[in-house]
């Protein structure tokens, strides 16, 4: 069947027995720096609940699966049919089979449908026709974006669709096509060696980071849309010079953690630096530190932030204390929640520090560091 101009999709029925000979379930992993499959694991509840019904007297599952091939498998139009209606076409798809292949190296993905897969495999019936949808492609980010497209009515975690947009081809709704930038940005601190957020960040193939994914999403989209990163951004597309923006996060939050060494890297129920307050906070710190360098025609490196940063050193409470926010306002240093109210409350208070300290430090002796613009 033809959609719109150039698409081609191809609808059949199989033997769900005979899926697992030419398909695989393509699962979520990271092999080294890139992210491989897109597939949620499955979920046995549901899975199981799937497999009784099937095993039932009259069980009926209309909804197809929808599976990925790649260029191995071809379309032979039958000549001896037309039809009239000029966007269908009979025919045979030839699709290899070798039983002994890998699960990695089989022609065919299944981008929706895993459980039902799953649930006619190991239901005890002797077969169980199912509806396919296929579409032929040699790219794994157009199976990507299809993934997303086909889950984004369910409940898919928003990390999971955060951490494939980097690597999607092709359209997406406007506001995931927002994330896709901020989604690669985040992804290079999460693994260049260089970054002092490397495997620091928790995601659905990291979940060993210490610092949520969404919360550097966040302070990364903030600072595109009003901070410092902006000056590097194309906002008619929404991209922009990544590696001009990554000359501003890499040495900033490196100058953070060596400034605040004893708070860096701890989970966040032990340090609020690496919580979603703190990450927030600091990046609006970052633009406001950034924005002044620019304006004086600098771009500030690792030991400008670093000398910036040492002027809030004895004035933050990231792992015990208290925030002293003014004469009566006191709260213990784990209070502070990530809500929109104690971030404009920290960030008030890092603003107001800094710049008193700063001025201070400028009448005493004034800068000569940073690099040119």
């Known amino acids: 069947m033809r959609q719109g101009s150039d698409r081609q999709l191809y609808t059949f029925a199989v033997d769900g027995k005979e899926l697992p000979k030419f398909t695989t379930v393509s699962r979520v992993r990271r092999d080294e720096r890139q992210i491989a499959g897109y597939q949620r694991p ?27 091939f790649d260029t191995r498998v071809r379309f032979e139009p039958s000549e001896a049919v037309t039809m009239d209606n000029g966007y269908v076409t009979p025919g045979t798809l030839i699709v290899p089979v070798d039983e002994d292949l890998p699960d990695e190296d089989k022609p065919g993905w299944v981008v929706d449908g895993q459980q039902r897969c799953a649930a006619v495999r190991e239901a005890e019936v002797d077969s169980f026709p199912l509806c396919i949808t296929a ?3 040699a790219s794994a980010g157009e199976q990507r974006a299809q993934f997303i497209l086909v889950n984004s009515t369910k409940p898919l975690p928003k990390g999971l669709v955060y951490e494939l947009l980097p690597s999607t081809d092709g359209p997406l709704p406007p506001a995931l096509m927002r994330k896709r930038f901020p989604s690669f940005v985040v992804e290079r601190l999460n693994f260049d060696d260089d970054s002092p957020f490397y ?40 991209s922009g010079d990544i590696e001009e923006m990554l000359l501003v996060l890499k040495p900033f939050w490196q100058a953070v953690q060596t400034v605040f060494e004893e708070a860096w890297g701890l989970p966040p129920r032990r340090s609020r630096l690496m919580h979603g307050v703190g990450i927030a906070s600091l990046g609006y710190l970052m633009d406001a530190i950034t924005d002044e360098y620019i304006a004086r025609g600098m771009l500030p490196d690792e030991p400008d932030y670093v000398a910036e940063l040492e002027l809030l050193r004895d004035e933050c409470a990231w792992t015990g204390g208290y925030w002293q926010f003014d004469p009566d306002s006191r709260r213990r240093w784990n209070e502070l929640q990530n809500t929109p109210k104690d ?8 603003h107001r520090t800094y710049r008193r300290l700063s001025q201070a430090e400028r009448q005493r002796a004034p800068h000569e560091h940073g690099s040119e613009v």
């Open 42 to 68: 499955e979920v046995l509840a549901h899975v199981a609940a799937i497999r009784s019904y099937i095993e039932t007297a009259s069980p009926m599952i209309p909804n197809a699966i929808v599976v990925a």
């Open 135 to 137: 579409f032929i492609t």
């Open 199 to 238: 495997q620091l960040i928790q995601t659905p193939t990291s979940p060993d980071g210490v610092v949520k994914g969404n919360s550097i999403l966040r302070m990364v989209e903030n600072s595109l849309t009003n901070g410092c990163l902006y000056h590097y951004r194309d906002p008619d597309t929404g």
């Open 343 to 350: 971030i404009n409350l920290l960030t008030g208070y890092l």
